[in-house]
């Protein structure tokens, strides 16, 4: 079985090597020796390194094979083996592994006239900071794992988080930012998390610039090449970022990134859809008539009042009775038999159903179904309950009013992934205690399933994670779950709309203030239209054509340059294949980066600037100038903050906030459910716990956990050959649940 085959069946491909361990300490002794007699100070730092690994690996090794002894023992079963534990042992092989390719290296061009020896110094003591870190990490593992029953992967209540958060601090992070960064991942991922990464220091410097947003965006700039080419500088900066930037920063950065290059990458890779738009629900009372009861379905009130919920209809063909389709009659096709009910992920404070079509539309084309993706308020604004209400009421209105949609309503199934899977478990438990039908199956990927400050061994991941730093997520989940009541205290909890032909344009503009900015009011479709029997057309997602073309020009230009090649599969379907050239020299690559992330951030400008417009008129102070922030005062110093202090709040065991504290009766009126994972995913030890009481409770339940993926990978789907193939076991699982092909034929 190979490695690929390994990973698509939850099997980690890399179990842990003693024989790799020697190997490395072998080569690092052969390097030590060589440069034992060099008395140059670069010469000297190199001997030193060097037999810094070799002794930690002594260390190391030992702790990894206590750690690989007890790890089975949290494993979802004998066929599925995965948690916290295997993932850092899974790190450590492939730091090794990193280790090794780097010694070799040296020791082929080490006697070479052309020999960089400044340059490779830096690496060999990044690799020896590397492992003393993975050292110090194994170490907290072994503690938790005294703190634990037997196969709970959640420490025992009588250990307080705070107690494990306040030995975290003796853990470098530096080196896992610097020249190491994205080492754990696959191949076809390392470039674009490093661009991501570089563009996140770059664009710290531009939201704390004193005065104007943009006052000093062209001198900020300038400082692109530092992060090229110098890591250590990159590094200290995303780990100050993590550990001291508020819960904004996060949401403007993801804002971005999520706006210029993800959303536009389906205009140029993505299959096309028939059906791509927006629908406003109107926040009216209604009612479901469930076993001849009539229940009435609660309307969206907390934080913010009673807004219109929005939600996205995104189908490959146009079916019969399809809002807004009138026009399309003759071409329809007849009502879909499936539906899918979708939430994003987003940490429960960004994104959007259009950040996350550059999946949607290729699972759109393969389910052959409508997907209904819900654009819930964001927090810190609009807080828990807020989300899951709008996710409750979206469904209802989807169950009442599925031939709208495309749908004879006959299989509908619950999808998303992260925040949006942790929403979509809470609706479930919603609708059980409402007396509503939950939806006929569950998909969740990557799900936090306790949202809580509770340690966990994968938890300890984000301590190296590019895309979700430990400092961030507890951020989110923070203005999730605990909001800060002066920012919504100020919110009407009533709303004067009385129809969907009532809500005006100001209505919508205070509502895009809750969500994120991607999702456009353009193209809203209101109910009020379908009503009066008008033939509105069809339309395509309406951007401006000259940004659409500027967009799509730089994310063709980024995936030509560093991503991909295509291959094409059977039905015609292009997959993305890491590009050879990609191996080539470093230098030719950070110089081309450099200036890519330049025109990243340069293309941004102009999205931001609108968007502030926007927020203006409707009075959210989201972004205004600033003096100095307490967080601005520690981006640039070589010390790791203190979190403990900050990250002491009490999250109340509501199952509708934290599904894994659910009852067990109400579990065992769950649908069937997939899980889909990650080894090197935060909210591992989330899946696999939650899929464990499921299964205790002898309930229709599958996990899949695949290798060499992040958290979010979904969203790289278009540019990783890895990413994608994880995509398509999605579609598998979610086919699994809907199951169209047992129906009985229509009569």
Known sequence: MTDQDNAVNGLEPKEASASNIEVLKDLCENNANFFAKDTSENGQRLYISFMGIRENLDEISQKMARIASEAPRFDFDESTPGNGYRSFLSVANSAIDYGIALNKKICLKRASAFFRKSQLTKDVESCAHLIASLDTCFKHLETLISWSSAGN?????EHSPQELLSNYEDINQYCFYGRCMGFQFCESLRNILQFISMSMAIFSEIYYNQGSFFAKATTSLMATSKYVNDPEQRARRIVNIS?????????????????ELMTNMPYVVAPSVAVSRIISLPPEPFTLEVDGREIDVPVPSSHIGRKPVQVRLISHEVH???????????????PARGLIIHCHGGGFVAQ??????????????QLKVPILSIDYSLAPEAP????????TYAYCWALKNCQLLGSTGERIIGAGDSAGANLLLSTTLKCLNLGIPPPMGLFVAYVPTLVNFVPSPSRLLCMMDPLLPFGFMMRCLKAYACPDNKKVENCDQTSDTESFEEISESDLMELQAHKSPVSETSDTLTYGSLNSGEDDRNKDIDLQSSNIENSQKYVSDFLEKYVLDS???????RVPVLKHESATSSQSIDDSLQTKVSSFVSNLKWRFNSWIAQKAQVGVDFMVPRSASAAEKYLDLDRQGNLLDEFKFTVPEDPFLSPFCAK??????????RVLTV???????????????LKQLNKNVHLDILSGLPHGFLNFSLISKEAYEGSKLCVKRINELLNLDNLPPLQ
Request: with cysteine.
């Open 153 to 157: 992967l959640f420490p025992d209540e």
């Open 243 to 259: 550990q001291n930037a508020d819960v904004n920063f996060c949401k403007a950065f993801w804002f971005l990134s999520e706006n």
């Open 320 to 334: 019969e009775g399809m809002i807004g389709e009138a026009s399309n009659k003759y071409k329809s096709k007849p």
């Open 352 to 365: 959007s159903s259009l950040s996350h079509e550059c999946y949607l539309r290729e699972w759109a084309k």
């Open 384 to 391: 828990f309950p807020r989300a899951l209400e709008e996710v």
């Open 567 to 573: 291959d094409t599969e059977t039905d015609g379907t």
């Open 664 to 673: 067990d009766e109400d579990l065992e009126r769950f649908p069937p459910v």
């Open 679 to 693: 080894h090197l995913d935060p909210c591992l030890d989330d899946c696999v716990m939650f899929s464990k009481r």
